[in-house]
C-alpha cells in the first residue's frame, strides 16, 4: 500500500547544504487523490523528542516550517514523480538528526504512514 522511502542524507560541515528526498507510492501529489494527502518532514535526535520540520499539501502546494528550519529549508513537491524534497542550507550542529518523512491525509489529521529516516550529521 503507501510506501515512503527517505534518502539523501550524509555528513556535511556546518554552514553546508543537503538534499533529502522521499519517494512515495500508494498514493499521489498532484491534488487528486481521495483524502487531501500531505507529507511532512520529521527528525529526532537521540534523548531528544521528535520535530516536525516542514510539510506540503498535495492538493495546493501550501507548506509550512518549523520555527528552527525557517528560512534555511524548503520543501518542495515533484508530481510526476511523487517525490517530496527538502533541501537544507546553512546546517548547524543542531540539525544534526535522523529525518523522517511522512504522510497524513488531511481529512483524518494524523500522520499515518512512515519512512524509515535517513540521517543527517553535522559537524562543526
Known amino acids: 500500500d503507501v510506501q515512503l522511502q527517505a534518502c539523501g542524507g550524509g555528513l556535511v560541515q556546518a554552514g553546508g547544504s543537503l538534499r533529502l528526498s522521499c519517494a512515495a507510492s500508494g498514493f499521489t501529489f498532484d491534488g487528486q487523490g481521495m483524502g487531501w494527502p500531505a507529507v511532512g518532514w520529521f527528525r529526532q535526535a537521540p534523548g531528544k523528542e521528535r520535530e516536525g520540520v516542514s510539510c506540503i499539501h498535495a492538493h495546493d502546494g501550501v507548506t509550512d516550517y518549523g520555527d528552527s528550519v525557517r528560512g534555511r529549508f524548503t520543501i518542495s513537491k515533484d508530481n510526476a514523480t511523487n517525490t517530496v524534497h527538502l533541501q537544507m542550507h546553512n546546517l548547524k550542529p543542531e540539525d544534526m538528526a535522523l529525518y523522517y518523512c511522512?504522510?497524513?491525509?488531511?481529512?483524518?489529521?494524523?500522520?499515518?504512514?512512515w519512512g524509515q529516516g535517513t540521517q543527517v550529521t553535522v559537524s562543526s
Open positions: 511522512a504522510r497524513v491525509l488531511l481529512g483524518v489529521g494524523r500522520y499515518n504512514y
